[in-house]
């Protein structure tokens, strides 16, 4: 089992920035990717960007340039930093770890809000 904990949402105007954090703790060394995934309101959920365990990393168009994900392994913590961020940004954002033996483990999700 794995356990994901979200934190670093919030409230932010637009063009400001965010930085997103995921702590694993568990079986963290099944897992082999990570990543955020993101919910707006009358949509469904989203990828927004993803991390391997050798540092490849994966972003939707939507935020490449201003989205940076990154992996603190001896932390077992995964960071999605957001810079201009816009309206259409606003969702709840989730953290998703891949486990090697095939289980999907899903945070709680941390909302994050901008106001134009």
């Known amino acids: 089992q794995v356990q994901l904990v979200e934190s670093g949402g919030g409230l932010v105007q637009s063009g400001g920035s965010l930085r997103l954090s995921c702590a694993a703790s568990?079986?963290?060394?099944?897992?082999?990717?990570m990543g955020w995934y993101r919910r707006a309101p009358g949509k469904q959920r989203e990828l927004v960007a993803t991390i391997s365990s050798s540092g490849l990393t994966n972003y939707a168009d939507s935020v490449k340039g201003r989205g940076t994900i990154t992996r603190e392994n001896a932390k077992d913590t995964v960071l999605l930093q957001m810079n201009s961020l816009k309206p259409e940004d606003t969702a709840v954002y989730y953290c998703?770890?891949?486990?090697?033996?095939?289980?999907?483990?899903w945070g709680q999700g941390t909302q994050v809000t901008v106001s134009s």
């Open positions: 568990g079986s963290i060394f099944s897992i082999y990717r």
């Open positions: 998703r770890a891949e486990s090697i033996t095939g289980d999907d483990y």
